[in-house]
């Protein structure tokens, strides 16, 4: 199979998007961006031996390296639209490109994301996603808009990804239901895509947990010229996770809440006034949307345990150049 | 240094251009589209070891990583507008990087592309951009929209990135100055971008040289359901490889023509009353335009010697994934 075979085989379709004026198989894709609308662009790389092990299920791979780059766009309130796959592989490997392509695109079809382009090549393990999204103008959701006095928001629950690693790791033992269950979580993210869509015109800024709540909003904080105060009995956490954080293995719990990457929950604010709307947008989407704390005026991310004092060192988040 | 440092201290820049909304440092860039464009996008990722070798000089791979895809926007006849870049390093190499930036950014200044997102990570050392570009609605040059009779041109000189390659392994020989120039063909190809722009209208088809002509062409004729004669008398090659075209390096030098990639001049197709339009746009540039042959009706890619005799085998193109 050679290269022009494989992306006839793999990669081209017909495009299901009118907007897509030329897909795959040019020199670069065309599309039609919507009139009144602003592109959102973002890339995410995934590299074999760091952001996934090898080995790892190539159909769940393929899901995780869109669900990744789509909860980017969920960040910023944007519509995904568009997607560039390019990818290293050791060889060429049918199957695996097969199931890897699966997983990708049973993802992009549920959010009507459409590939219009990629690059494939030999090399160590890598893929490397472009997303290109929508979003009316001036209605992006940056992280950089919170406001003292505004709620402190997160979905779904936390934890689950980095409890899932560290069960897989030896550091705790979960039950088979509980680990299947965090498993999910770690390595089929759902990106809340939908939620970023709702949440335009309600939330004044927002983010996605990928690298651990703590290191997330520490960003908007930052862009926000702000603080925030967090309460850990608030944090929406699976039972398995609750069962931890109130037991012998606190530390690892909180490290998984607090400094767990690979959730893909959406961390965002909104006034006060904004409650009502929130709860109708849980309940439409099915959704815990949990208000974990505030935004402070005082430059400082401080978080509270279940008796209101501060916990004394937070965990760190995720840097991919550490030591 | 840790990677926000990294995206801070190489990375994010005031934005230039009024069309970026947000840059760097948020989930995602968001740009505005200009009103009646279409989008094209385009993504390539370079491999140490396979586009490059280890130790390259890390400005010439920034100029390179660049080019390559502002070559393909050249290709659409699309303006380069945004890039986004991704890349596994394997350490924090700030000397590197610095480098590798300023050569990626002289050539983005160059031709008004603007840096707005990228993601960086540890791993074994790639490079992929992904580049945004505008055209006019309907504008965009395909590789499909040959018709016979239509003229073939190519710009510039062919065959010396595939020289100095072939002189750096040792399978042939230059002089010191023939030598310096291949190589700055083969490590610093310059994107024929404005020489795109000004095809729109003009061209009916076209497509970048990046893994040969005979290949690339191939496409073209392809996907535009005719063939193509071309004339080995007409190549435009520069004097070191023409000689070797007239001597005893004949098969390496028709190698070299035909099949080297890495040139990135634009390979087009117009029909024959634009010759004048073309010659003109020829000089405005101050870039050679040759006319090398023409479409024919007949589905084959026909390559004549100087004597009219058709060449028995064509060279192949190159093939990531060829054993």
Same mark, same amino acid.
């Given at each position: 199979v050679n290269e022009f075979a494989l992306i006839e085989r793999f990669f081209r379709r017909?495009? !299901? *998007?009118? &907007?897509? !004026?030329l897909g795959i198989g040019d020199d670069a894709a065309i599309v039609a961006p919507t009139p009144g609308f602003e592109i959102a662009l973002s890339v995410d790389m995934l590299v074999e031996g760091r952001h996934? +092990? &090898? $080995?790892? *299920?190539p159909e769940r791979l393929g899901h995780k390296a869109l669900a990744v780059n789509l909860s980017d766009m969920a960040a910023m309130g944007a519509t995904p639209r568009f997607a560039l796959l390019a990818g290293a592989l050791p060889a060429s490997d049918d199957a695996w490109l097969d199931a890897f392509m699966r997983g990708f695109r049973a993802l992009a079809e549920r959010h009507g994301t459409e590939l219009v382009g990629g690059d494939t090549t030999r090399g160590p393990r890598n893929l490397c996603v472009t997303i290109v999204g929508e979003v009316p103008a001036g209605a992006a959701i940056t992280r950089g808009g919170a406001r003292p006095g505004d709620d402190v928001y997160v979905s779904g629950s936390l934890g689950d990804a980095a409890l899932a690693l560290a069960a897989l790791d030896g550091r705790t033992k979960l039950d088979r239901d509980a680990l299947d269950a965090a498993r999910e979580r770690l390595e089929r993210p759902l990106p809340r895509v939908e939620l970023g869509m709702r +949440?335009? =015109?309600?939330?004044?800024a927002a983010i996605d947990v990928s690298d651990g709540l703590v290191g997330d909003l520490g960003h908007v904080v930052e862009r926000s010229g702000a603080g925030a105060a967090l309460d850990v009995g608030a944090l929406p956490t699976s039972s398995a996770l609750a069962a931890k954080l109130d037991g012998n293995e606190r530390a690892l719990a909180l490290q998984c809440a607090l400094? $767990? =990457? *690979? *959730?893909y929950e959406l961390c965002f604010c909104a006034p006060p006034d904004a409650r009502a709307t929130i709860a109708r947008l849980a309940s439409a989407l099915v959704l815990p949307l949990t208000r974990i704390g505030a935004i402070t005026a005082e430059r400082a991310l401080v978080v509270r345990d279940e008796n209101g004092a501060p916990l004394r060192a937070l965990p760190r988040a995720y840097d991919h150049f550490a030591p």
């Amino acid at each position: 199979v050679n290269e022009f075979a494989l992306i006839e085989r793999f990669f081209r379709r017909a495009p !299901r *998007d009118a &907007a897509v !004026r030329l897909g795959i198989g040019d020199d670069a894709a065309i599309v039609a961006p919507t009139p009144g609308f602003e592109i959102a662009l973002s890339v995410d790389m995934l590299v074999e031996g760091r952001h996934f +092990l &090898a $080995g790892t *299920d190539p159909e769940r791979l393929g899901h995780k390296a869109l669900a990744v780059n789509l909860s980017d766009m969920a960040a910023m309130g944007a519509t995904p639209r568009f997607a560039l796959l390019a990818g290293a592989l050791p060889a060429s490997d049918d199957a695996w490109l097969d199931a890897f392509m699966r997983g990708f695109r049973a993802l992009a079809e549920r959010h009507g994301t459409e590939l219009v382009g990629g690059d494939t090549t030999r090399g160590p393990r890598n893929l490397c996603v472009t997303i290109v999204g929508e979003v009316p103008a001036g209605a992006a959701i940056t992280r950089g808009g919170a406001r003292p006095g505004d709620d402190v928001y997160v979905s779904g629950s936390l934890g689950d990804a980095a409890l899932a690693l560290a069960a897989l790791d030896g550091r705790t033992k979960l039950d088979r239901d509980a680990l299947d269950a965090a498993r999910e979580r770690l390595e089929r993210p759902l990106p809340r895509v939908e939620l970023g869509m709702r +949440l335009r =015109g309600v939330a004044t800024a927002a983010i996605d947990v990928s690298d651990g709540l703590v290191g997330d909003l520490g960003h908007v904080v930052e862009r926000s010229g702000a603080g925030a105060a967090l309460d850990v009995g608030a944090l929406p956490t699976s039972s398995a996770l609750a069962a931890k954080l109130d037991g012998n293995e606190r530390a690892l719990a909180l490290q998984c809440a607090l400094a $767990g =990457g *690979d *959730d893909y929950e959406l961390c965002f604010c909104a006034p006060p006034d904004a409650r009502a709307t929130i709860a109708r947008l849980a309940s439409a989407l099915v959704l815990p949307l949990t208000r974990i704390g505030a935004i402070t005026a005082e430059r400082a991310l401080v978080v509270r345990d279940e008796n209101g004092a501060p916990l004394r060192a937070l965990p760190r988040a995720y840097d991919h150049f550490a030591p």
